[in-house]
């Protein structure tokens, strides 16, 4: 039987960059698990699971639109260290958590030291790439 949308599904994945490095895998860990059509999951992905059978293995090439979108240059700012506490002192490429003045957290990625503060990237770190994944379904749950 094939997954199809509302199907709580478990899939292996392998994602690669364009370069065929792995970025991430499931493969020797648990299979991630979610119900196909719910937008838990990156467009992308969850359409190419549709029709798959258990046991079904494939590569797909998934698009930014489908995946993290464009990378946006507007998420990108400068954050002033007079905002920060004291200790306040990131490395250039770690990823932090920030929060907005309603108090919900977002996660930037820091790109440089600034004579004010620092350079910041609100993006997902895989906007605007394009991301090959190895999948394999798992089980369909019933």
């Known amino acids: ?49 549709i029709g798959m059978e258990p046991k079904d293995t494939k590569s797909i090439k998934i698009v930014p639109e489908e995946a993290y979108g464009s990378h ?15 200790d306040f002192d990131p490395q250039i490429g770690q990823t932090i958590q920030m929060h907005r003045p309603d108090g919900k957290s977002f996660t930037v990625t820091v790109l440089s030291r600034t004579d004010k503060g620092y350079m910041m990237d609100a993006n997902h770190p895989l906007a605007g790439k394009e991301l090959i994944f190895d999948l394999e379904l798992v089980e369909i749950v019933k």
């Open 1 to 49: 039987m094939a997954a199809n949308k509302g199907d709580k599904v478990k899939v292996h994945y392998t994602l690669k960059d364009v370069n065929g490095d792995v970025v991430e895998s499931s493969v020797n860990a648990q299979p991630i698990e979610f119900t196909i059509g719910e937008g838990n999951i990156i467009p992308g992905f969850e359409k190419n699971v």
């Open 72 to 86: 946006d240059e507007k998420m990108i700012f400068e954050f002033d260290k007079k905002n920060a506490p004291g």
